[in-house]
T-cell receptor, first 113, second 114 residues
């Protein structure tokens, strides 16, 4: 699986868009990009995933560059409750029997009032 | 939907005692995962089940750990005997499709072994 690189921490003003980058320059053609977050003292929460097209759901938007070497998770109007560690994970959709998610260090997003 | 349910939420026990953690996955989900999270090691997969069958237990730290899934709506993770280094937050997660990485996590069980 491709490795990912994320900034250690970021701040964002409440009500503004939070743009969280992820570098995955060794990504393969059949690997998806997944985003999760973990709010303090809670379990990780699935946010969104994509292969090559941009994706949007009720939580966020995922922008994947044309060469797929990087992506950006966008929280359009960040709130204080969005303060969490955000993880970018790259996985092949079907890789034998292994289905584990490998969480790296992630980005600590702090939304400031 | 109630989401993934775990019990107990907190467990404090003495070294050498048996500990049993419980998980009820989301109804209709056919894969279940047990993870452990510590500050030092982050989030680690211990074992996962597909259709109640253990598929990969390579993350189980040692024989003191065992997991079962007797039916589609219940799983246990047992530690016997427990040791202080087992102190961690244990998460259970489930997913609808065994090919999907869209996993839904429970609130976790915080285990403290003294």
């Amino acid at each position: 699986d491709a490795k990912t690189t994320q900034p250690t921490s970021m701040d964002c003003a409440e009500g503004r868009a939070a743009n969280l980058p992820c570098n995955h320059s060794t990504i393969s053609g059949n690997e998806y990009v997944y985003w999760y977050r973990q709010i303090h003292s809670q379990g990780p929460q699935y946010i969104i995933h994509g292969l090559k097209n941009n994706e949007t759901n009720e939580m966020a938007s995922l922008i994947i560059t044309e060469d797929r070497k990087s992506s950006t998770l966008i929280l359009p109007h960040a709130t204080l409750r969005d303060t969490a560690v955000y993880y970018c994970i790259v996985r092949v959709s079907s890789s034998g029997s292994a289905r584990q998610l490998t969480f790296g260090s992630g980005t600590q997003l702090t939304v400031l009032p | 939907d109630a989401g993934v349910i775990q019990s107990p939420r907190h467990e404090v026990t003495e070294m050498g005692q048996e500990v049993t953690l419980r998980c009820k996955p989301i109804s209709g989900h056919n894969s279940l995962f047990w993870y452990r999270q510590t500050m030092m090691r982050g989030l680690e997969l211990l074992i996962y089940f597909n259709n109640n069958v253990p598929i990969d237990d390579s993350g189980m730290p040692e024989d003191r750990f065992s997991a079962k899934m007797p039916n589609a709506s219940f799983s246990t993770l047992k530690i016997q005997p427990s040791e202080p280094r087992d102190s961690a937050v244990y998460f259970c997660a489930s997913t609808r499709d065994s090919r999907s990485y869209e996993q839904y996590f429970g609130p976790g069980t915080r285990l403290t072994v003294t």
